[in-house]
């Protein structure tokens, strides 16, 4: 019997040997160490030097540097001393092609915008090819200020896709119904067509996910709000719609149907917690107990809210009511950018003087809402939006060894008042650097925008600006 | 006779070689070349292949680039292709070594930040040393977000001074006055000998202003008031001071002396084309109609007065009326930054959204605002704020070559909505290349922010922070 022991001892000794190597020395792909580790969990915990690491796509450790480096080692370790190092900002609703329109038409009405700029450019520019270049432009524009992942909301969403998987950041995309022609399709029948077509396409991609949406309860009739909705509940996929963003969306349609543009969505079944509703600025206390209650994702848009003169949503209030609320920089044709740092800084501002008190959003509150909060409107909060053990490894690196970040009394204050989008110098996607100092190694970025310019000449020579 | 005409002949031949000579191939010092030049003039001239010719510390020729080139030749010649070339930025108002408190104490109430924060830390950390310090980190934030020109209202003006000569930037300094011990005088006649100092030291100085100013008009007896303004006017001196920054202060004035805040101002004889007033938030109708007359200098700090929820100043009524009004961020403490890019930005979006009307404040108005209005503010109007023949060459150089600011459709849109402070490339103050390529040629920047985080720790100890 002796023997049998002697054997069985021996023959554990690798299985053992492994098990103690595992916890002294285990393989990871990336180690990013030695930052201030924003990890912007339930708890806000903070690690002053600070280390996360990555294997494959996901974050599988994260804390103290020195306990991680005795835990893991990897071939790829990122210095992050000095840096601020959190999760990738989310963008919870823009148009992103809309960056060939960029300054096309600034400091003017709305509807004048509207109907005398933005359509007669669109039914003449946009088609794949526009929306392909468009949309690189913009995701380089993005990475540069730290956005990981973006909702677009816009046309040939297929083409979006195509340069989000080339560039390597992740998309979410709603390919958008309206009940006139868009660029994209004749008839509502056929963009619901199309995009049945990219849910398949892209059924469990790693980096994309297809939605839909409605464009407005003005521009949209009840029967398509409600059937795009039943379309998208059966091909299980989110829904998304620009909701009381004018006073005079309101009123249109409370002299239509007596009720709020909320009411109005509330009545026809649409809003629950796979609907997102943009902008939201135009509520009453009712319409806030019904987003809150039927958790409805909410992205709030403050810079174009006040450029085009929209108005002040009333966030503070939502977030009390216990809503759902994420940020995003709408089109560039109404922003001008995709700067999701200078969206954070003024959503801040505008709500402190809004409510004439410096306390509401406070530095974190606007934190999370950039990145959890966005990513739990776009129902991806248990793979985004905060660094935890499991997640996607969707992270940036900023650099705060500058001027205008120096010195660090709270790091909040430093990403929401002190940071420019563009002292982001690394970002890693789905556990791949797609930006390393400041360069992005997936695509030439001289030629985007010389494409880019080119397409701007053409629109120039045009409208005879 | 005929002899004596031949040898004036003769001798004239080398002065008129000469003056051939200087017709087709001047000499200057800088030529840039091939930018988009935008000149801020009186008219907006825009030369979109412009050129600017420097000799010495001044603009002595600027037009198309191939006509410039015809005229002028320069040992430095710099391409500003794929750039935009504009007037330095003007801060109007600020307190530029608060950078060492740079977010201490965010996201509370003014009376708790000042009181609880603010005061008791200069009280302890504000020294000659410490002012250079702080001074140096924000003239290279300053730089980078191409500000070439500030208006410092604090203390140990003289330190400012040294640092700014050092560094090379453009200086309009205000030593301040107070009813109480400041950390530069035990009173208000010892700061007013420390005034008559620096006007002495840095009189007809090429890049140093020196002017006073009294903080408010509710920390300020009516006698120091009406004192420091005799004294700056015997000297030739601006004079600066807070007005009606909050409903607080527009209140206390109020029910004291039954005046507004620029009412009461006015009836001290104060308010000139030399005074330089502050916020100016609550304003009465007549109030804007006494600025106007007076040709006070306005300057208006929106991000800080929406952080701290100090309200919205009439701007729009303020232009309209005819009064100078010129841009500032005020102190980092409560910005948090010196970024003057952001700053007009935030202006134009405020603006637009008080008054929910888009058209308020276009992009042009606001570039004007933030050069040459904040160099009327400051009675530097004939020198600086603009690119026009015989002044001050202050010049900074922007890469437009970027995924944020492609395509650009109109040049005012593209600096107020789309760029960041930082793509600033190249800074020229006085003639003299201070900043090429991002790098300040005069200072060491990891130094300064070694220096500052060395004070910011000491601050951390004591306060437990």
New interface residues.
């Given amino acids: 019997m002796k023997k049998i022991y002697y054997i069985l001892i021996f023959l554990s000794i690798p299985i053992l040997l492994q098990f103690c190597n595992s916890n002294t020395n285990n393989n990871a792909d990336i180690i990013i160490k030695n930052g201030t580790v924003v990890t912007v969990d339930s708890v806000g915990n903070i690690f002053y030097s600070g280390a996360v690491v990555i294997k494959d796509d996901k974050i599988i450790d994260l804390g103290n540097t020195d306990e991680m480096l005795k835990k893991y080692s990897a071939e790829t370790v990122i210095d992050a001393k000095n840096k601020i190092v959190m999760p990738g900002l989310v963008n919870s609703h823009t148009h992103i092609a809309m960056?060939?329109f960029?300054?096309?038409?600034?400091?003017?009405?709305?509807q004048d915008?509207l109907h005398n700029y933005i359509f007669p450019v669109e039914a003449e520019f946009v088609n794949p090819e526009t929306v392909k270049i468009g949309s690189q432009?913009?995701m380089?524009?993005m990475l540069?200020?730290g956005t990981t992942t973006f909702n677009d909301m816009y046309f040939f969403e297929d083409e979006v896709a195509k340069a989000a998987k080339e560039i390597g950041i992740r998309a979410f995309l709603c390919e958008s119904l309206i009940n006139f022609k868009t660029p994209n399709s004749k008839t509502p029948e056929e963009g619901i067509k199309y995009i049945k077509m990219l849910a398949d396409k892209y059924k469990n991609d790693n980096l994309i996910t297809v939605a839909l949406s409605v464009h407005s309860p003005y521009t949209c009739s009840s029967e398509l709000i409600v059937k795009a909705k039943k379309f998208a509940d059966n091909n299980n996929l989110f829904y998304q719609i620009h909701v009381a963003e004018t006073k005079w969306e309101f009123d249109t349609i409370m002299s239509q149907y007596n009720l709020t543009p909320v009411e109005y969505l509330d009545s026809l079944g649409v809003l629950d917690d796979k609907t997102i509703a943009a902008h939201c600025v135009w509520l009453t206390e009712n319409d806030i107990k019904i987003l809150a209650e039927r958790k409805v994702g909410i992205a709030h848009n403050p810079?174009c809210?006040?450029?085009?003169?929209s108005?002040?949503a009333p966030i503070p209030e939502l977030l009390l009511a216990g809503a759902e609320v994420g940020l995003g920089t709408d089109g560039?044709a109404s922003?001008?950018?995709?700067?999701m740092f200078?969206e954070m800084?003024?959503m801040?501002?505008?709500h402190?003087?809004n409510?004439?008190?410096?306390?509401v959003v406070?530095?974190e509150t606007i934190v999370r809402v950039g990145t959890i909060g966005s990513a739990n409107v776009l129902g991806m909060a248990n793979q985004i939006g905060s660094l935890e053990i499991g997640k996607k490894a969707d992270i940036i690196i900023i650099d705060v060894?500058?001027?205008?970040t120096?010195?660090?009394?709270?790091v909040y204050?430093?990403i929401v008042?002190?940071l420019?989008?563009?002292?982001v110098n690394d970002v890693i996607i789905n556990g791949e650097i797609i930006m390393r100092n400041k360069n992005i190694l997936s695509i030439k970025?001289?030629d985007?925008?010389d494409n880019?310019?080119e397409?701007?000449d053409k629109?120039?020579l045009k409208h005879n600006?």
């Avoid at 409510?355 to 306390?359: A, D, Q, S, T």
């Fill in positions: 960056t060939i960029r300054g096309l038409a600034d400091d003017i009405k709305l915008w432009l913009a380089i524009e540069h200020s810079e809210n006040m450029k085009i003169s108005g002040v560039v922003n001008n950018n995709l700067n200078e800084h003024t801040s501002l505008l402190k003087l409510k004439m008190n410096p306390i406070p530095a060894n500058k001027a205008n120096t010195p660090i009394f709270n204050s430093t008042y002190s420019s989008g563009t002292d970025e001289d985007v925008i880019v310019n397409i701007a629109i120039k600006r």
